[in-house]
């Protein structure tokens, strides 16, 4: 396809979406080229660093009269000429500007003369290399000249404007473009820099930094890893700190460059420093004071305190640190009024209150305290000095009569008061009762204390009253249920004390205070610790709890009556990955209502997180019984849930494991259930299955398989096979296919179904695959210094999707050719569609850096796979491997069909095919008759040990058959 010459009919209008540029491209120039140039009058053209066409301002339309998709394929070229356009080229390559004039063809056919001015900027979006070209009519150049430089100035005086020093390099490292902030933050020139080798400024970094290793290490870190961001600090030799701070430069998903931005820091740590040391003074100061200072949050919280002030509180620092200073006040009242006056005015001098110290003694005090404010005036804590004036308050209280300070102390305690007679009679009630309780301490005089405890509390009150009344003196602590004026019950604690033989009491005196606030938060508490916070389910420590006691009443029994489900939701991660974790939230809690809907009295169901449930079905006596609970489970969970307007569908696999004897720890009969729940889900989800000892048995077998395959890696128990591959127009050996053997040292030679899904579950397979590929490297090369081999020969090796996704498998293949100077033609990396399409387009990224490795690459099993064609033919693969099944189907005529279509999908895709599983010359032939490249199978020869191989490498198979089959 060519673009149109100047002077072409004009063509059809398309919408701007249509542009030829990508996505990615348009998406960070489109708000750079509507600032810099829809507002001008003049035509202007937006293109990448390449000469690539992104945009076009309204005015370039209207003046040329070309359609976004004309531009696409050549850019200016299409109206300017070839030519011309690459003069433009290589001046804002050379020097990143051009002026001129060039006589252009419209589309309608006419020719007009136009000034060009075009240069090169860095977008502010994304940082990527653009270039812009403005056209004008030498007559309009009175009219827009001042508007026209105005706008060329624009990039530059943004790039200055900045307060960091910014530095735009290439993917080689080449300086780009920098702003004068950078100049004066490393005093250098702005022309040296950009005039000079690149290396001369980074020399002159260098020089002057203390440390210039560390600059060195980090450039070679980001040359390996283009895609990593750094930052750092760096110490200059004139004393100076520079912040940096790197990030790559993309064009759409090619990283083209990267951004450098410096900052000097230097004032700002002196500045820290200065800060720290006053901070230092003050610190010494705070704590070698004689007085005692605290510290409190704008809360009332303890944040620090001096050693002054914890001699007079009584405790340590870390006792202190964090409590409220308002549970020290021993009449809330007072300190509610101090709280008053400090907020009022800031500052509250010599204010005189009751505290209680951390030991529960109390004390008087004097307190002086300042409100704390930051530098936007919001408050930030208060500071204040405690000064204890107990002994004088004592001397002031020992002026009063015993009688008047009894009253005072009982009248205006937070704890009730009572005393009772010998009956449990109340006699005295303190006034507190009617803040605790409600009641009006004249109204309870006289009546007896048990008429107001909980039935169920009264026998226990009774034992110990009396306890309390068998000896003079005695104490003793005391809780119950007491009946609240409003008709609740309130849980009490008390400490009765005996002083029935004192002269002045003559009682059983019970100081009593209310513990319902506590005892509620101990049992919400106690819920919290055993229950799922999503679902309110119980959680896995009360179901193991409730297990083991299951357990042992079947050992009291000898009866095992109750099963346990594990079930685990079928495509949940789907629905969670798709709609979001709060909508897979919501399907938890419904599933969790549905499971209950299933229960029966006496069953439990629990959550033991992410999305597996267990029931215990507690009473089950057999199979039946619990499979049939199941089976309503699975009714229940098929019935769609509609969450914030989704319909939703999910299925359930379940394990049940039934209640036996031999189980001794609950934790063991719930391992049973979940290894019956992957099996279930092993055979395809939705199902349920009963747990059996062939299941334990062969998770241990894949445990000892694990240990073995690692014990086999460091013992080198692995061995490659070569199974040929001919091209079925000559049955000539062409190629070798890898494949791994395990010599195991008890059960001989193994194939890769024997490990290969233990190895990729464990992750294994990593470490073995890195030893397949160098293996099969090192082979080649070997092969090539005995003998000259054919260019066509190449060995096909199988890699995982796990190995695919590790980063580090460019570097690592690169490495391992160039250590046995083997090209990468010679190597065929086989991989499945399942594997490319789990991430379609990071796996083609990867696959497309392979291919730059010179490594070919094929799709194995083709024709069973998933992979859409709008990916199929993106994926850069020389071959397509067509699936043994495909083959051995072939004296069919409708799988003879299917096979043609595949080989020739193929072949418009632009891949060779090789067809796995040829077992006779009949197959051999009509895959050949259908235009199939190669194949291998036993007809041709099973794999053989590589000085096997070596001896088949350009023979004709089978032996002595040199005809096309």
């Excluded at 119950?480 to 009682?507: C, I, Q, T």
């Amino acid at each position: 396809m060519h673009a149109d010459p100047p002077g072409a009919p004009p063509q059809p209008p398309t919408s701007e979406s249509s542009v030829g540029a990508s996505s990615s491209e348009l998406s960070g120039a489109s708000p750079f080229f509507s600032a810099l140039a829809d507002h001008l009058p003049i035509p202007a053209i937006l293109l990448d660093g390449q000469g690539g066409f992104l945009r076009q301002n309204t005015a370039h339309r209207a003046t040329l009269g070309y359609t976004d998709e004309t531009l696409a394929e050549r850019g200016p070229a299409t109206y300017m000429g070839d030519d011309h356009f690459a003069a433009i080229r290589n001046d804002l390559t050379d020097t990143g500007s051009h002026r001129g004039s060039v006589v252009c063809g419209t589309a309608t056919g006419r020719s007009i003369s136009l000034d060009v001015s075009a240069f090169a900027a860095v977008g502010p979006e994304n940082n990527s290399p653009l270039w812009m070209l403005l056209l004008r009519h030498a007559s309009f150049r009175p009219h827009v000249e001042h508007e026209l430089d105005q706008s060329l100035a624009l990039l530059q005086a943004t790039l200055d404007s900045t307060a960091d020093g910014l530095l735009v390099v290439d993917h080689e490292g080449r300086i780009m473009n920098f702003n004068k902030r950078l100049s004066k933050i490393w005093d250098t020139p702005p022309p040296g820099a950009l005039e000079a080798d690149d290396i001369e400024p980074m020399t002159f970094i260098l020089d002057h930094l203390v440390n210039p290793e560390d600059l060195r290490a980090t450039l070679r870190t980001l040359t390996q890893n283009p895609k990593r961001k750094a930052s750092g600090r760096l110490e200059l030799t004139d004393g100076r700190t520079i912040e940096h701070y790197s990030r790559p430069q993309k064009v759409g998903s090619e990283i083209v460059g990267r951004v450098w931005s410096f900052r000097d820091v230097t004032e700002q740590i002196r500045a820290q420093e200065a800060l720290r040391e006053g901070e230092e003074r003050y610190r010494k100061l705070f704590h070698n004071s004689r007085q005692a200072i605290y510290v409190t949050d704008a809360a009332g919280i303890f944040i620090d305190v001096n050693e002054a002030a914890l001699d007079v509180m009584g405790g340590t620092r870390d006792e202190l640190m964090g409590m409220d200073s308002r549970e020290f006040w021993i009449d809330q009242d007072e300190g509610a009024r101090f709280r008053e006056a400090l907020e009022k005015t800031g500052t509250v001098r010599n204010f005189e209150g009751r505290l209680k110290r951390l030991d529960g003694t109390e004390m008087d005090c004097l307190l002086t305290t300042t409100a704390q404010h930051d530098s936007r005036g919001e408050l930030v804590g208060y500071q204040g000095i405690l000064d204890d004036i107990s002994e004088r308050k004592r001397a002031q209280l020992a002026l009063r009569s015993s009688e008047e300070y009894f009253r005072s102390l009982i009248e205006n305690a937070l704890e009730t008061i009572t005393i009772l007679d010998r009956e449990g009679v109340i006699r005295y009630q303190s006034p507190s009762v009617l803040r605790v309780l409600g009641y009006d301490p004249g109204e309870l005089v006289g009546k007896s204390v048990f008429d107001y405890i909980h039935p169920d509390d009264r026998a226990g009150a009774v034992n110990a009253l009396a306890g309390i009344m068998a000896t003079p003196g005695e104490s003793s602590d005391v809780k119950l249920r007491f009946l609240h004026m409003d008709g609740s019950w309130r849980y009490m604690e008390a400490v009765g004390r005996n002083l029935l033989d004192d002269p002045v009491v003559r009682g059983v005196v019970l100081n009593a205070r209310d513990a319902t606030g506590r005892r509620e938060a101990e049992e919400r508490l106690l819920h919290d610790a055993f229950h799922d916070k999503l679902t309110g389910l119980p959680n896995r420590a009360l179901l193991l709890d409730r297990l083991n006691q299951m357990l042992a009443r079947s050992k009291r029994t000898g009866k095992a009556s109750f099963s346990v489900l594990f079930l685990d939701l079928d495509r949940f991660k789907i629905i969670n990955d798709s709609l979001g974790h709060m909508i897979g939230d919501q399907m938890l809690i419904s599933v969790a209502r549905r499971l209950e809907g299933c229960l029966r009295p006496g069953d439990t169901v629990a959550r033991l997180g992410g999305d597996e449930f267990t029931m215990i079905l507690d009473g089950t006596l057999d199979e039946d019984e619990a499979t049939s609970i199941a089976n309503r489970v699975h009714e229940a969970m098929r019935q769609p849930i509609i969450l914030e307007g989704h319909e939703v569908f999910t299925a359930v696999s379940i394990g049940i494991a039934p209640g036996s004897l031999t189980y001794e720890s609950a934790e063991d009969i719930l391992r049973d259930a979940d290894l019956a729940m992957y099996r279930a889900k092993s055979l395809g989800k939705d199902r349920h299955i009963v747990f059996d000892d062939s299941m334990h048995a062969d998770a241990m077998a894949v445990l000892r398989l694990e240990s073995e395959l690692r014990k086999a890696i460091e013992g080198q128990e692995f061995r490659l096979f070569y199974q040929p591959i001919v091209a079925l127009e000559t049955n000539v050996v062409t190629s070798f296919e890898a494949l791994l053997r395990w010599e195991h040292p008890e059960r001989g030679l193994l194939f890769p179904k024997d490990f290969i899904s233990v190895a990729e579950e464990t992750q294994i397979i990593v470490p073995l695959g890195w030893w397949v590929l160098e293996e099969t490297i090192r082979q080649v090369a070997e092969w090539e210094r005995e003998f000259k081999v054919h260019d066509d020969l190449t060995v096909h090796v199988n890699v995982s999707g796990l190995q695919l996704t590790q980063g580090d498998l460019i570097p690592g293949l690169r490495e391992m050719l160039e250590k046995y100077n083997v090209p990468g033609h010679r190597l065929n990396l086989e991989l499945t569609e399942g594997i490319i399409m789990e991430k379609a387009e990071a796996a083609i990224r990867t696959l497309h850096r392979l291919r730059e490795l010179g490594l070919q690459l094929s799709i194995d099993d083709f024709g069973i796979g998933y992979s859409s064609l709008t990916y199929l033919h993106r994926f850069p693969t020389q071959h397509v491997k067509l699936e043994r099944s495909f083959v051995a189907d072939m004296d069919l005529d409708e799988s003879s069909g299917i096979v043609r279509t595949i080989i020739d999908l193929a072949h418009d895709l632009g891949m060779e095919v090789v067809a796995e599983g040829i077992e006779t010359l009949g197959q051999a032939r009509k895959l050949a008759e259908m235009s199939c490249e190669a194949g291998q199978g036993f007809y041709f020869g099973r794999a053989v040990p590589a000085d096997e191989a070596r001896e088949l490498i350009g023979e004709t198979l089978p032996r002595g058959t040199k005809s096309t089959p």
